[in-house]
Each structure stands twice: as structure tokens, then as C-alpha cells.
């Protein structure tokens, strides 16, 4: 807050960072505001800072990129940058639809259940999964999304290089490597508190377009999150649960407070206009390869040009390409005038 207070300011970064002293002893009026200021500003070279954050592999987005989040951008306290790990292309958050999936890290059967139909639902429609990698229904959303060998991003609360929990290594690893990309607030080797977690969850919310919340207690920090999200102008849904169950006490507050029932998958893809699948396996060709099938997935839910697919896919689109072929020389897809497919049978 205090750096957009700068920004009203002085117009821009650089120009307040390099205001005269006596016009920053006037902004931050208490002294020793103002002291640590002008201290860090003497030693602070920017420029070999960014060479030793992107010598660990890390990437920064400021709020000047022309790919910083739109829709983040507009939240009441949007994050000065964004530090990421991962393909930076692969993700394009002013094209692509992001949902949140957030819910209790103690969750249930029954949670795990909705969870994983839930990611893996909304991967195959081509959304981006988002959640915070944290033990519980995060994970299970962000790993329903692989298993889609789908998009995901994962909203760390500490720094970018900082893997909590150290149990989730692997996820966090191959997130980078094959599906998605790890963002944080927070640059490489940031120290960690409690709070930092409760403000990772307003980035979740500014980069989606809807909210799920599948589980939580009466106390649950994702009651904040939905509750956040709406204020913010983000769509709320909520899973409905057994009513014997603690975990369901969270979703069922949401529900009374005017979130949206979420009771099947389709009907946030519905809210979006999207189709849901209107092929079932059992109409699917029996004949199929693996990445036949794959094709066969992506365009049952929606068209798509090569380039799209390809992407989705991961994969090179002169690889793809003799796929297209042989599914459209067998009237399985068709392409349309302005270039893209869709399934036929």
C-alpha cells in the first residue's frame, strides 16, 4: 500500500526512488521511515539484483508488463510484481480462463472425490486450474490438472524458491518442468510468516475468473478467500456436502451468504459458455492412439486452432499436424472456415 501511496506520489517508480530527501522526509513524515528508505537506496543496485534472481531461474513480471494479469492488476492491493518458475509462456492470463480450486487442507473421501472430478472436468475444458499447492485440496486440484496433462499454477505464500511443504518437491518440480508455472509475491530466498499464506490467496483470487471452494471448516481461511473473491467481483461457487461432516460447515455458510451451488461440473462451464462434452468415452472411436485421444478430448469440449492444440498439448505442431490429418481424412474432426476443429462424430 505504501508503494502505490509512492506511486500517487511521485508519478513512478524510478521517480520515487530517486526523489530529493526533503520530498520523502515529507511523504513518510515518521523519521525513521524515511532513514530506512534513503539506506536501502544508497546500497540498492537494481540491475544486479535481477541478474542474481534470473541466475536461479526465476522470472519477474511487474505490473508495467503487458502480461501481468488484467484481472489482478484490478484487485484492491494487486502484488508490485510476480516472481514465477516455469514456462511464462505457457500461460497467457489475459487470454486463458483461470479457476480457483481452494478448500480445507483436512479434507474428507468425499472432498478428494469432488476435487479430483472437479480438476480433472475443468483441464479438459481447457481452463487453468489455480490453487496454493498447500497440503489438502490443493494439491489434489493442482495434480487432477496433470493427470489432464493440463495447465496449473501454483500461488506460493513464501518465497518463489521456497517449497512448503518440502513433501510436495515433486509437484512443485514437475509443475515447472511440464505443466504450468509456480508464482509468488516474493523473490528468492524471502523469509516466511503465517500471514504471508493469507496474502497468497488474494493473488489465487485476482488471477481467476470464478472461485471454487470445495470443503472447510467453520473457521476455514477459505470462508476469507470466497469471501474476498466476491468483494472483488469473482464468481463463488460452492460444493454442498453431508451435512454430518465438519468440512462441509464452510461451503454451506458460502451458500447462505449467496455464493453459487456448484452440484456438477458442467454447470460453471455452462456459466461461462462453454459446452460442456457432449461426447462420451463410449461414443469416442474405439481405435484411437493415446494423443488421438487427447485431440479427441480438447475439441470434444470446444474448437480449437493447431496452434491451440499444440499448446495445450505440448507438443510441436509438426508433430501434431499428422495427427489432424489422419482424424479429419477419417471424419472424426472437421476444420472450420476461420481455422479451427471440432469433432464430427
Not at 492470463?93 to 480433472?120: M, P
Amino acid at each position: 500500500m505504501t508503494f502505490l501511496k509512492l506511486l500517487a506520489q511521485f508519478g513512478s517508480p524510478h521517480r520515487a526512488f530517486f526523489a530529493p530527501s526533503e520530498k520523502l522526509q515529507s511523504f513518510f513524515r515518521v523519521r525513521k521511515h524515511c532513514e530506512a528508505f534513503l539506506s536501502v537506496r544508497s546500497s540498492y543496485d537494481a540491475e544486479i539484483q535481477r541478474k542474481a534472481i534470473e541466475k536461479k531461474g526465476v522470472w519477474i513480471m511487474t505490473q508495467w508488463d503487458a502480461d501481468y494479469p488484467k484481472l489482478l492488476k484490478n484487485i484492491t492491493d494487486p502484488p508490485i510484481c510476480l516472481f514465477g518458475r516455469g514456462d511464462r509462456q505457457s500461460i497467457d492470463f489475459n487470454a486463458d480462463i483461470c479457476v480457483g480450486i481452494v478448500g480445507a487442507r483436512k479434507n474428507t473421501s468425499y472432498g478428494t472425490y469432488v476435487a479430483e472430478e472437479l480438476g480433472k472436468a475443468y483441464a479438459a475444458a481447457g481452463l487453468v486450474i489455480v490453487s496454493g499447492m498447500a497440503t489438502g485440496i490443493d494439491i489434489i486440484a493442482h495434480k487432477a490438472a496433470i493427470e489432464k496433462q493440463a495447465r496449473t499454477i501454483a500461488v506460493l505464500g513464501t518465497g518463489i524458491d521456497i517449497i512448503y511443504p518440502y513433501e510436495n518437491k515433486a509437484l512443485y518440480e514437475q509443475i515447472i518442468r511440464e505443466y504450468g508455472i509456480i508464482i509468488s509475491e516474493y523473490p528468492p530466498g524471502f523469509g516466511t510468516n503465517p500471514g504471508m499464506f493469507v496474502l497468497r490467496n488474494r493473488i489465487i483470487v485476482g488471477i481467476s475468473k470464478a472461485i471454487v471452494v470445495v470443503e472447510g471448516g467453520k473457521h476455514s481461511g477459505t470462508l476469507t478467500t470466497a469471501r474476498y473473491a466476491a468483494e472483488n467481483g469473482r464468481d463463488v461457487y460452492a460444493v454442498p456436502g453431508p451435512i454430518t461432516s465438519e468440512m462441509s460447515v464452510g461451503p454451506h455458510i458460502l451458500l447462505r451468504e449467496g455464493a453459487k451451488v456448484l452440484s456438477d461440473p458442467q454447470e460453471l462451464l455452462h456459466d461461462f459458455g462453454l459446452n460442456p462434452p457432449s461426447h462420451s468415452l463410449e461414443k469416442m472411436p474405439a481405435d484411437l492412439t493415446e494423443q488421438e485421444k487427447e485431440v479427441y478430448d480438447l475439441l470434444s469440449v470446444r474448437k480449437y486452432t493447431v496452434d491451440e492444440v499444440a499448446k495445450k498439448m505440448s507438443v510441436r505442431i509438426s508433430d501434431l499436424l499428422p495427427i489432424l490429418s489422419l482424424l479429419e481424412v477419417r471424419g472424426i474432426i472437421g476444420k472450420e472456415l476461420d481455422g479451427q476443429f471440432t469433432v464430427r462424430v
